[in-house]
């Protein structure tokens, strides 16, 4: 019989695969987040992924199809709340002035947060409206 973190993995790993495929890296314990977030020069997206439905429909399509824009980060992440918790909540640290959410996308410059796209601007939005406001986040902050 398969465990619950057996299945777990094989049920999000398409979840995973559907950033990392596309050039994000994942950071997958605290240390890892600690050692590159405060550290990247330049913009940095980092993508809170999620298995929730918005996450699926509309957060990970918006993201991917934004890295077709002219501006693009320098940098990109993904933590994955309620997988790997020790990451997500130490990414979260670095997301000062913004409360908990996923799916959601932390735009950071030289470290620093910058804008947080979160939960409520993903679930009641349309993908090409997500994607603008990532795109828009990239002119803003690129330098």
Do not use: W
Not at 79 to 108: H, L, N
């Amino acid at each position: 019989m398969m465990s619950y973190e057996a299945y777990m993995s094989q049920v999000i790993q398409p979840m995973r695969d559907e950033l990392t495929h596309n050039g994000f890296q994942e950071l997958r314990t605290a240390e890892e987040v600690e050692q590159t977030l405060p550290n990247q020069k330049g913009l940095t997206l980092v993508v809170v992924n999620s298995v929730c439905g918005c996450a699926a429909g509309l957060a990970r399509p918006a993201v991917v199809h934004s890295l077709n824009h002219p501006k693009k980060p320098d940098h990109l992440y993904t933590v994955f709340a309620g997988q790997d918790k020790e990451a997500t909540a130490k990414a979260r640290e670095y997301f000062e002035g913004y409360a908990p959410s996923s799916p959601s996308f932390a735009i950071m410059k030289d470290g620093k947060i910058m804008t947080m796209i979160e939960r409520h601007q993903i679930e009641n939005n349309d993908l090409q409206s997500i994607a603008n406001l990532l795109t828009s986040a990239y002119d803003k902050y690129s330098e």
